[in-house]
Every structure is written in structure tokens, then in C-alpha cells.
């Protein structure tokens, strides 16, 4: 029996030019408020991080990366404009995390923490009631 992290999802932008399909490595989504999340995406981001070895690009024609700091790159599709990864440079980290939204089915996601939440403005709130990490708090966990 496969859990439901385990199935093969699809995903994609807005106009298709970016698909996708890969494994989650869990069921659990992380919100970050941090400026720059915000900045680019006009709005905290909600992501998951994907099984490495399991995604397949069955269309990359319109995916950009962005270089956003010394270690990360931001992915998104050139043509409309979508929010779809995030990556650290270093290819051995295996990290490619992914923009929830761009997923065609999240409907089994649950909340797992917000994170750089001293970065997040007063006028939005979410309701659950899952942990919530400062920034500093989240440096203090990777190092
Ligand atoms: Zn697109
Ligand atoms: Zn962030």
C-alpha cells in the first residue's frame, strides 16, 4: 500500500508551459512569512518539499530560476508568471521544494508550522493552531 505521500502527483503553472510529477516526501505543508517569500509571491508562501529522485519535468520549455541569496534559487514559469520552487544551489542537497498552489491535487495536505513568522504583518492571520518559529528559531534548528 502506497500512503498518500508516496503517490505520484502532477503538477504545473498557470499556462502548462512548466508539468510536472514526482512523490512528496510527506503530507505536510510549512508556511514562510520572510520578506522575501512575501515579495515574491505577494503573499506568505505555502510549500512542500518534493522526493528529489522521483520528479519528472514532462514540459520545462517556460521554467526560470531565480538566484534569490548565496545558496537558493527560486523557480518560476517565465511565461505567465507562476511561483513553483524553491532549490539550493548545491545539486548534492537534493532539496527541491514546491510551491503547493502548482500541485493539481493538495487536498489531503495538512499544516504542519509557520516559520519566520516575525517576518509576517499584522493585517493576516491563519487559524490553526500549529507551531510558529521565528526566524532565529529556524537558524537555530539547521545549524
Ligand atoms: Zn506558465
Ligand atoms: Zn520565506
Known amino acids: 500500500m502506497e500512503t498518500e505521500a508516496q503517490k505520484t502527483r502532477t503538477g504545473s503553472c498557470l499556462c502548462s508551459g512548466v508539468q510536472f510529477e514526482g512523490r512528496l516526501k510527506d503530507n505536510h505543508v510549512e508556511a514562510c512569512h520572510c520578506?522575501?517569500?512575501?515579495?515574491w509571491s505577494a503573499g506568505p508562501v505555502i510549500a512542500t518539499p518534493l522526493d528529489f529522485d522521483s520528479v519528472k519535468f514532462k514540459s520545462d520549455s517556460s521554467l526560470a530560476w531565480y538566484k534569490s541569496s548565496e545558496w537558493a534559487e527560486r523557480g518560476f514559469c517565465s511565461q505567465c508568471g507562476s511561483n513553483l520552487f524553491y532549490r539550493l544551489q548545491?545539486?548534492?542537497a537534493k532539496l527541491l521544494i514546491c510551491m503547493v498552489g502548482a500541485l493539481d491535487d493538495?487536498?489531503?495536505l495538512h499544516m504542519e508550522r509557520h516559520i519566520c513568522v516575525d517576518g509576517k504583518?499584522?493585517?493576516y492571520e491563519f487559524a490553526d493552531d500549529t507551531p510558529r518559529l521565528t526566524s532565529e528559531e529556524l537558524f537555530a534548528e539547521s545549524s
Request: hydrophobic share 5%.
Open 35 to 39: 520578506s522575501m517569500c512575501r515579495k
Open 90 to 92: 548545491d545539486p548534492e
Open 106 to 108: 493538495d487536498s489531503d
Open 121 to 123: 504583518p499584522d493585517y
